[in-house]
């Protein structure tokens, strides 16, 4: 009688294995704000993908993120899994973002008399862009008394 062991083939499967996405929160910005970079992490290692739910409002290039409009912005991350890995459960955040102050400033026309003919104003500065006065009469019946 022999003693020899025998041998014993068993296979079994490795299967992927579950990852998460932690996301936190994102502040929110004043329109105008420029781009800033995005930050996540896979539980697994492997690189976070993000992508813009909003586009009229934000959007992502890479781990980019540029303002566009004011309003809110939201933002998925996702990490598809591979061999190793099976997808994360995708994981979205907004931020608001803020209309931005404005300012509007002008020249002194000088003195007017009632009734004068339309006359040139000098200029208009909105947040530093410059428009000429085009000499449209002012209305006191549209705009009120106190207006002019």
């Known amino acids: 009688m022999s003693l020899l062991p025998i041998p014993v083939v068993q296979s079994f499967t490795v299967n992927p294995a579950a990852q998460t996405i932690a996301f936190g929160a994102l502040s929110n910005v004043v329109f105008g704000a420029t781009p800033f970079a995005l930050t996540a992490t ?14 009229p409002v934000c959007t992502v290039s890479g781990v980019t993120l540029a303002v566009i409009a004011a309003g809110t ?25 803020n209309p931005a102050a404005q300012t509007v400033s002008f020249g002194s026309p000088g003195n007017v008399s009632f009734g004068a003919a339309p006359f040139s104003g000098g200029h208009i500065s909105v947040d530093g862009l410059q428009y000429t006065q085009r ?14």
């Open 42 to 55: 896979a539980s697994s290692g492997r690189a976070v993908i993000f992508a813009p739910v909003t586009t």
């Open 73 to 97: 912005c939201s933002i998925t991350a996702s990490q598809p899994g591979n061999a190793n890995y099976v997808a994360a459960t995708p994981v979205s955040n907004s931020l608001t973002i």
């Open 135 to 148: 000499g449209f009469p002012v209305d006191s019946q549209q705009f009120g008394p106190r207006v002019c």
